[in-house]
């Protein structure tokens, strides 16, 4: 949804032949860091998402924490998850993580899409969901290794963050960063976040005593546009699911390397059939017209009460 | 705040207590976090939860409710036993090396010298120093056992009269500080004909701090028993951490460094207890100690709860003060004359040095003062209208107004811009308090609990036909629909344009004030009265007299000279009418008017000072001395003279405020000099330029205080234990309960065995969010945090609807299991304690969609009052908890 007159396409979903411009013009990698140990759950980044993306409020449920629902939705891409954490040494930790999606080098999302453009890279890093064209299979919902991608079922498009794409594209900050008051949130190039996520990761294993402490930039995807400091490298987990070594679902690979092309060919053969079929059995004679059937949308999904 | 906010990336060392900033104040907070990043400050939270701001702790220590002034104490014995003070700056900036009198006596038993058992307050006559300069050393020389009575050399204390020194001077002493919460003595006002004691003009001192009546001596005595085995007992933290947290604090005065800076951090969760003012001063007695008060990262800094609560006070949104912290007349003042000579203090120092003693200058600030409410009306001859300035005949204090109306005493109110029923404790009172009055006037931007007091839940349609009180609702202007400043906890005045301007028949509060007044004073031309003078007199000489300009206002509250004169001291030259540029030229005889001292400067001839946007920092502290407006005089930290030492050379050469300029002979800085700008550091006048004394005030003398010149530790007046130190004194002496049928009072014997907290959220604002989506949706219903075992105890599983129940009434919500509240062991018996958040009432989003109980949480605190400042124990009360 970004202005592409400066964000450049890198890759679009389920597109047969090239992109136009690609290449032609190089841009830096843009990245959100996320100081999760200066993080405070203030909340305010999941306010400026939803005011700045003009979503619709809805219910939430008290659900035994501060955390404001138990997963993000289409209509609420930025969710802090507050998880306590308590060690049989007494020590105690109330962690908060913000969550959302992490722009992988290499987006599962992406992969899986079968419609043309859907979801584009841009060159950036930036994956940018685009629902004009989305055709709603969900496909995308299975291929992110980090639970993102929500269905709305009124319109039957999926949404998530766009990191701004369009704030980014008009050369600012997204708007979780600008509201952050700590300064945990910071936005710039991926080498200068990752400069300062070091640095940080090592202040806090040299000064501050936590001898795990580390950057999640998980490799297994290409490395995410959306990168952590952690108390805690080894355990991820414990902020909220994040996975140590996500991944994206082995079904999608294969159907992306062996399926799609094989598919191709099948497609091919069709056609080949289509033509042998015209040469054998002649042109299409008119058939009677069937009734028109009209199908009920499914219901809601029942809201959760209170 | 003595500091600022920005001023807190400058520390070294944060202990934040009694205060949440994370959770109340996100942005502010964002100085700590950048003291942590950037200068590897460590972090010490002490609270009764985990909180927020806990999450970022190096070290965090889990209190029990109520218990401060413990944990505090326990921090000063600490740091004397293992010599971490400022041995330098104790002894030049600190009233630690002045004598106090003979007759003066610590509360071991629970009570200092002078406790009246049948008033329930202290004659303070003993707590006083002692008349005699320089007895440094001679207490060594002439005894070797010093605790035998008053050594040679001293003037005969004891026999004294209390009011030897001239009960001319009529000095009270009280309330020095620009941050004085109220004259203690306001009961001891309504015209005592005994004039109060004062403080003597030569203050004996001893500097090696070995004199037994010296206050270091004292102090020592004092917290000699707060030992960590007795804090353990009482505040609930184990010893281990006490001592961790103990050793981290005054580990910046480790080894005689005098480089390294720590800073105190609160808010109201040191202000709301029956003792709240001595939780601040011990906080303030521990800052002298460690020599942290005046300098960049340091200071006793106070996070004030609303946008503008800081302005509030400054312009006497309080029944006590005046605008810029005046006294208030009382009935015994007859006229100007006897009303200054009370209220202006002489200096009191020992007479080799010296005291710049501001407060000497009340008579420029009061006359200016009633030139800006009377105007032209007010002239020499009259007194300036002195008579036509209310008198303050008791205690007017919140709870005290809502009492009165609950007895029928207070007729009518006027509720702007807060929501009344909600905000004091005991809702039901408050509820039955509007019930007999005759009318109430709400302006607010929503319909709030206040205004619809008459169909609160439990109010039956007959019993409602029953309510007599007019309720007038006017519909007001939400902030961003207006302009003027709000002055922050750093207390600069920052102005604020309009937004949007106020939707359909909504008006400015100014505007609704201003006709309200002329309405009245209409009526009062008419029709006269008892007493017109008040109303037909002030001066009210707006552009457009309905329509006041804030900016007019401003400009009024700033001052402006009204005669053509030339400053002796500086030789400015000002023409009649010109915008003044500071305090300093404000004058006692008429010729200049100024609405608030403290604010003169913010609006000058060069402009609005408190509009100004500019980012430049020099010096790197985070002065920005171009951004705003701070007062007094642009000052950003307070009392800096005392971040240089007695040679005028700043104590941390890496972050230089202000300093003695050799050369040209006086005190400049990258900060405003807080001193008299041409006194020599050879003169050793002290930097604490407010108090008499010139010194800070580590034993406060005379009637400041009403519960003792050293805070002692005191119960909550509803806990679960016995005060450990005294039994038989558990509570606040001085504190009293109040009578009506509504003020009860619980006991653990009657089963309310839990300690009891409420607070804020992040997500919300008081009771006003409760109306937006937005808040509602981020969290969108009460609950109460309970901890992990107690729930497990009682079957309690997360999102269960619970009761909880004091000895006033009942709330109910749903319990949030959680393991960020441990059990603690109480003096060897395990406690718990709960909390909860108090947004919710009985109107609002959720209120309506019948989503709550419509309980607000105020319907379980106590009516009781803290002695000083008169704030409300919302904090450490008792309930019972069971599920419904």
Redesign the interface.
């Known amino acids: 949804m970004g202005d592409r007159g400066t964000l450049r396409i890198q890759q679009i979903s389920a597109h047969p032949g090239p992109i136009a411009g690609e290449g032609t013009q190089r841009q830096d990698k843009v990245c959100k860091l996320i100081d999760v140990t200066t993080c405070i759950g203030c909340k305010a980044c999941e306010v400026a998402c939803v005011e700045w993306n003009d979503m619709p409020f809805q219910t939430t449920h008290f659900d035994n924490t501060y955390q404001t629902m138990p997963d993000t939705d289409w209509n609420y891409w930025n969710l802090i998850k507050f998880n306590e954490d308590e060690h049989d040494n007494g020590s105690f930790a109330w962690l908060m993580r913000k969550h959302q999606c992490m722009h992988c080098a290499d987006p599962g999302c992406l992969r899986a899409c079968p419609a043309d453009g859907a979801i584009v890279q841009y060159s950036n890093g930036i994956v940018d969901f685009q629902q004009q064209n989305c055709i709603g299979c969900q496909f995308c919902v299975s291929g992110c290794p980090f639970n993102i991608p929500k269905y709305n079922s009124e319109t039957k498009k999926v949404y998530k963050c766009t990191l701004c794409s369009d704030r980014v594209g008009a050369g600012l900050e997204p708007a979780c960063i600008k509201s952050c008051p700590t300064g945990c949130l910071h936005f710039g190039t991926k080498d200068d976040m990752k400069f300062l996520a070091e640095n940080r990761a090592k202040q806090l294993r040299d000064v501050s005593g936590f001898k795990n402490a580390g950057v999640y930039d998980p490799d297994t995807i290409g490395g995410t546009s959306v990168i952590y400091v952690l108390h805690d490298i080894t355990k991820p987990e414990k902020y909220g699911n994040l996975p140590a070594s996500p991944r994206i679902p082995l079904a999608f690979t294969i159907w992306k390397s062996v399926f799609k092309p094989l598919g191709l060919i099948g497609a091919m053969l069709g056609f080949v059939g289509v033509v042998m079929h015209y040469v054998f059995e002649g042109p299409l004679r008119t058939q009677p017209t069937p009734p028109v059937k009209v199908i009920d949308p499914p219901p809601p999904p029942p809201g959760r009460e209170n | 705040m003595t500091n600022g906010w920005i001023d807190i990336k400058n520390t070294d060392m944060m202990l934040i207590m009694g205060g949440n900033p994370?959770?109340n104040h996100?942005?502010g907070?964002?100085w700590a976090?950048?003291a942590?990043?950037n200068r590897?400050a460590k972090t010490i939270v002490v609270d009764p939860r985990?909180t927020?701001?806990?999450?970022?702790a190096?070290l965090?220590l889990q209190i029990r409710a109520g218990t401060d002034i413990a944990f505090l104490g326990g921090l000063i014995n600490y740091a004397l036993a293992n010599d971490r003070v400022a041995k330098e700056y104790l002894v030049n900036y600190t009233n630690a090396a002045f004598l106090i009198k003979e007759g003066f006596k610590l509360p071991e038993d629970g009570l200092f010298s002078g406790f009246d058992d049948g008033t329930k307050t202290y004659d303070k006559a003993t707590w006083n120093y002692q008349q005699g300069g320089n007895e440094t050393g001679k207490v060594l020389a002439a005894s070797s056992s010093p605790t035998q009575g008053a050594p040679q050399g001293h003037e005969p204390q004891g026999s004294v009269p209390a009011a030897e020194h001239g009960s001319t001077e009529g000095h009270k002493g009280e309330g020095q500080g620009y941050q004085a919460q109220g004259p203690a003595g306001a009961k001891a006002m309504g015209g005592g004909p005994i004039p109060p004691p004062s403080l003597p003009p030569n203050i004996a001192y001893d500097l090696s701090l070995q004199h037994p009546q010296c206050v270091y001596q004292l102090l020592k005595q004092q917290y000699s028993r707060y030992t960590p085995d007795m804090v353990e007992r009482i505040t609930g933290i184990p010893k281990d951490q006490l001592l961790k947290a103990y050793d981290l604090y005054t580990s910046i005065r480790k080894d005689g460094d005098t480089k390294k800076v720590g800073t105190i951090i609160y808010a109201v969760g040191w202000t709301q207890h029956s003792f709240g003012t001595q939780i601040i001063r011990t906080a303030a007695m521990i800052q002298l100690l460690m020599g942290n008060v005046g300098r960049a990262g340091g200071g006793v800094n106070a996070l004030r709860g609303h946008s503008n609560i800081q302005g509030a006070t400054d312009m006497a949104g309080i029944f006590d003060i005046l605008p810029g912290y005046l006294k208030m007349p009382n009935p015994a003042d007859k006229d100007l004359k006897t009303f200054l000579e009370r209220i202006t203090p002489k200096p009191a120092k020992p007479n080799d040095w010296e005291s710049f003693n501001y407060w000497s200058n009340t008579p420029k600030f009061m006359v200016s003062f009633l030139k800006a409410m009377y105007g032209n009306n007010a002239t020499k001859e009259n007194d300036f209208g002195f008579a036509w300035l209310p008198r303050l005949d008791r205690n007017y204090s919140w709870v005290n107004i809502w009492n009165d109306m609950y007895n029928g005493k207070v007729k009518g109110f006027y509720a702007f811009g807060m929501n009344g029923v909600m905000i004091g404790p005991d809702t039901q009172k408050n509820i039955d308090a509007l019930k007999k009055a005759d009318f109430l006037v709400v302006c607010e931007i929503y319909p709030d609990e206040t205004s619809s007091f008459w169909m609160a839940p439990g109010i039956s349609a007959d019993e409602m036909k029953k309510i007599n009180t007019t309720v007038y609702r006017l519909p007001g202007a939400g902030f961003a629909e207006k302009d003027g400043t709000f002055v922050n906890s750093a207390r600069w005045l920052q102005w604020k344009n309009i937004a949007v301007p106020p939707p359909g028949e909504c008006r400015l509060d100014q505007d609704i004030l201003a006709q309200i007044f002329l309405k009245i004073r209409e009526l009062y031309q008419k029709e006269g009265g008892k007493f017109p003078d008040p109303i037909l007199k002030a001066s009210w000489t707006y552009t457009l007299p309905a329509h006041p300009s804030l900016a007019e206002v401003a400009k009024e509250i700033n001052g402006k000279a009204l005669a053509d004169f030339t400053d002796e001291k500086t030789g400015t030259q000002f023409k009649a009418g010109q915008q003044l540029p500071g305090f300093a030229m404000l004058k006692d005889d008429g010729t200049t008017m100024c609405g608030n001292w403290l604010y003169c400067g913010s609006w000058t001839e060069a402009g609005a000072m408190l509009q100004r946007r500019g980012t430049d920092d020099p010096s790197g502290l985070g002065i920005y001395p171009n951004w705003a407006w701070s007062w007094p005089a642009n000052r950003r930290v307070l009392y800096n003279r005392a971040s240089c030492d007695l040679t005028g050379k700043p104590y941390d050469p890496s972050r230089k405020q202000v300093w003695w300029n050799e050369t040209a002979q006086k005190w400049v800085g990258n900060d405003v000099p807080d001193f008299k700008p041409d006194s020599k550091p050879d003169e050793h006048m002290g930097p604490f330029i407010m108090n008499p004394e010139g010194v800070g005030r580590i034993f406060v003398p005379l009637g400041a205080m009403a519960d003792g010149p050293f805070p002692e530790y005191y119960e909550p007046i509803e806990s679960p234990i016995a005060n450990l130190l005294h039994p038989d004194q558990s509570n606040n002496p001085v504190v009293k309960k109040y009578k009506t049928p509504l003020d009860k009072y619980g006991t653990a014997k009657e089963g309310y065995n839990l300690v009891c907290t409420t607070y804020r959220l992040?997500?919300q604002y008081h009771y006003w969010t409760k109306n937006n989506?937005?808040n509602v949706?981020?969290?969108?219903?009460p609950?109460v945090e309970i901890p992990a075992e107690l729930a497990q105890e009682m079957g309690i599983k997360?999102?269960d609807k619970v009761k909880v129940t004091s000895a006033r009434s009942d709330y109910i919500a749903?319990?949030?299991?959680?393991?960020?509240i441990k059990p603690m062991m109480v003096d060897g018996k395990k406690t718990y304690q709960i909390g909860m958040p108090i947004h919710w009432g009985f109107l609002g989003i959720s209120e309506d969609a019948g989503?709550t109980a419509k309980t607000p949480a105020n319907l379980l605190t106590p009516t009781v009052i803290d002695p000083n400042a008169y704030t409300p124990e919302f904090k450490g009360f008792l309930v019972k908890l069971e599920k419904v």
């Open positions: 994370a959770e996100p942005c907070f964002k976090v950048e942590k990043r590897n985990f927020r701001t806990a999450s970022q190096d965090f992040t997500e989506p937005m949706q981020l969290v969108p219903v609950f997360g999102g749903k319990a949030m299991v959680t393991k960020r989503r």
